[in-house]
């Protein structure tokens, strides 16, 4: 069974961004399934870090969202963690749109 994930990633800002497509390609082949899609990856350039993160002042931000089953997290996850280009990263399953929550009027009335 499959699961709908986003990663974050923040790669060392001094990568070139055909390093950081061939790392990304590599690691994602780690999640590759049949009958999955490949991943959607949004590209959000350089910013400033909140936070020093080893001495790095600013990071290249990429957000995957991507399809795997759960059993190919922990490869992935050691892989990503070895590679030195990458600052910090972080995985969430994606749950899809949140309900919304009614809510009772503040004068107490109901519609009629």
Same mark, same amino acid.
């Given at each position: 069974?499959? !699961?709908? @994930?986003?990663?974050?990633?923040?790669?060392?800002s001094?990568?070139?961004?055909?390093?950081? *497509?061939?790392? +990304?390609? !590599?690691?994602?082949?780690? +999640?590759?399934?049949?009958? =999955?899609?490949?991943?959607?990856?949004?590209?959000?350039?350089?910013?400033?870090?909140? @936070?020093?993160? *080893?001495?790095?002042? =600013?990071?290249?931000?990429?957000?995957?969202?991507?399809? =795997?089953?759960?059993?190919?997290?922990?490869?992935?996850?050691?892989?990503?963690? +070895?590679?030195?280009?990458?600052?910090?990263? +972080?995985?969430?399953? *994606?749950?899809?749109?949140?309900?919304?929550?009614?809510?009772?009027?503040?004068d107490?009335?109901?519609?009629?």
């Open positions: 069974m499959t !699961r709908h @994930y986003e990663a974050v990633y923040i790669f060392d001094a990568l070139e961004e055909a390093a950081i *497509n061939e790392r +990304l390609e !590599r690691f994602h082949a780690l +999640l590759a399934q049949p009958d =999955t899609d490949a991943p959607e990856l949004s590209h959000w350039g350089k910013r400033t870090l909140a @936070y020093p993160i *080893n001495r790095h002042e =600013t990071g290249y931000y990429v957000i995957a969202k991507l399809e =795997t089953s759960p059993e190919a997290l922990p490869e992935f996850e050691r892989a990503v963690k +070895l590679d030195e280009g990458v600052l910090r990263f +972080l995985i969430v399953v *994606n749950e899809g749109p949140q309900p919304v929550v009614a809510t009772a009027d503040k107490g009335e109901d519609d009629e």
